[in-house]
């Protein structure tokens, strides 16, 4: 009897930050290995502190007459987080590719421009993304009830640091290119360095109402 010929296997998924317990991911980013990497660690604080925003609202939605506009918020603050995790992800399987090529000297030239423009773009999209979160706990404050105000803060305190870790990461990435080749991502970056400190400023004023 012929021998059947063996079917196609899907390509196998890059591991995940999110299939692992807390406690691995934690070890893993104090150990000296390329994964997690700085970035993926900045994103998982960035989501953990999306998850605040998302306890914050879905408590009100228990509360009599919340405002309509929260379920809409709730779907996106949803997406919010998937895409942080995705960009979590995305900068460990980076981080790796980075540090195996650096092994390999005769990598063409044409791989390690893509690469390290990658290294431009992911914590830079990673940056985009969490200022969007800083964006809605400030959108989000008014409306949730008064129980989970201090989730809002909480959680707008952690994306705000996570936001100024991944511009640290930006700029140090940044620093090892020309001009012509940042110039974009340079004006990109004070943009959200702005961004991050008006929030600075909601959170000092939410810290100063508080201690009023």
Do not use: C, Y
């Amino acid at each position: 009897m012929p021998l059947r010929s063996a079917e196609p296997q899907p390509a196998a998924e890059p591991p995940s930050l999110w299939t692992h317990t807390m406690q691995e991911v934690l070890d893993a980013a104090g150990a000296r290995r390329s994964v997690p990497t700085g970035g993926s660690v900045v994103a998982v604080s960035g989501a953990f502190g999306v998850s605040l925003l998302i306890l914050a609202v879905n408590l009100t939605l228990t509360k009599a007459d919340p405002p309509a506009e929260l379920t809409a918020l709730n779907d996106k603050l949803r997406s919010l987080q998937a895409r942080i995790q995705a960009l979590g992800d995305a900068d460990a399987t980076l981080f790796a590719a980075f540090m195996k090529q650096a092994r390999q000297p005769d990598t063409p030239a044409a791989e390690e421009d893509e690469l390290r423009q990658q290294t431009r773009e992911v914590p830079l999209q990673l940056a985009r993304e969490l200022q969007t979160g800083l964006a809605l706990a400030q959108q989000l404050r008014p409306l949730v009830h008064t129980s989970v105000v201090s989730d809002i803060q909480a959680g707008g305190a952690i994306l705000h640091g996570a936001l100024q870790a991944a511009l640290f990461t930006l700029a140090n990435n940044l620093s090892s290119a020309d001009a012509a080749q940042t110039g974009e991502f340079q004006v990109q970056r004070q943009q959200l360095e702005q961004a991050r400190l008006t929030a600075q400023e909601w959170l000092e004023e939410e810290q100063s109402i508080k201690d009023g």
